[in-house]
């Protein structure tokens, strides 16, 4: 997801998974419940006999850039987030490391903490995020692809119409971002033309192989 973000079929993979996922849940409050995709992740890893639980709490600065962490085992996973920051961010964060529960596949996990998170929260637009000096490209692309998938697994398609009332009614996007409970960012970056309209293209082109297949 070098560049502009593009209706990519890797784009068109995730709003697919996250689609399948959120439509299977019982709670489809807005602001989207972090815990809600905690039990949804649970759900889908859990295999007969052998559920799957994931842990998240806060923990102290471990160091400059890092805003999150996910330590993944066998039968669980635990998800640190970093305490000082604001509450909004704290639930990006913790999605982003559900995220990668969710979306990533063995190859794509990476044990080397980088500045990608650092990056949005100084304001650095998500099409420039820059790849740290020592992050290989599939590390890199998959850090991406998750921060994009944690923006559709708390703004997702389902609400789409709540937030396009939002912004027919003129609020701007602190009150929108208050009433989604995300950071101000992240709605900046939602209605980019390019974020937005690759967001609406992606998510559509799974609604209709969706009702092909049902």
């Not at 920051?85 to 794509?108: G, M, N, V």
Request: aromatic share 10%; with cysteine.
């Amino acid at each position: 997801m070098s560049g502009p973000i593009l209706a990519t079929p890797r784009f068109v993979q995730i709003c697919g998974i996250i689609q399948s996922a959120y439509n299977s849940s019982e709670n489809l409050n807005v602001p989207v419940e972090v815990l809600n995709w905690k039990r949804i992740v649970e759900s889908r890893l859990s295999k007969p006999g052998k559920p799957f639980s994931v842990h998240i709490q806060s923990y102290p600065p471990q160091g400059k850039q890092i805003r999150g962490t996910l330590i993944r085992y066998s039968t669980r996973a635990e998800i640190y987030f970093l305490g000082k920051e604001s509450f909004c961010w704290q639930r990006y964060i913790a999605t982003k490391e559900l995220a990668h529960l969710l979306i990533d596949t063995p190859d794509e996990y990476t044990k080397r903490p980088s500045s990608l998170m650092e990056q949005m929260i100084s304001g650095v637009p998500l099409w420039l995020l820059r790849k740290d000096h020592a992050q290989d490209d599939a590390a890199f692309e998959s850090e991406k692809s998750a921060m994009v998938a944690a923006i559709e697994m708390l703004l997702p398609w389902k609400h789409r119409p709540h937030f396009k009332k939002c912004c027919d009614q003129g609020k701007n996007n602190l009150e929108i971002a208050e009433e989604f409970k995300v950071p101000r960012y992240i709605i900046a970056n939602m209605l980019t033309p390019t974020y937005f309209a690759a967001s609406q293209n992606a998510n559509n082109f799974v609604d209709e192989n969706l009702a092909i297949k049902t």
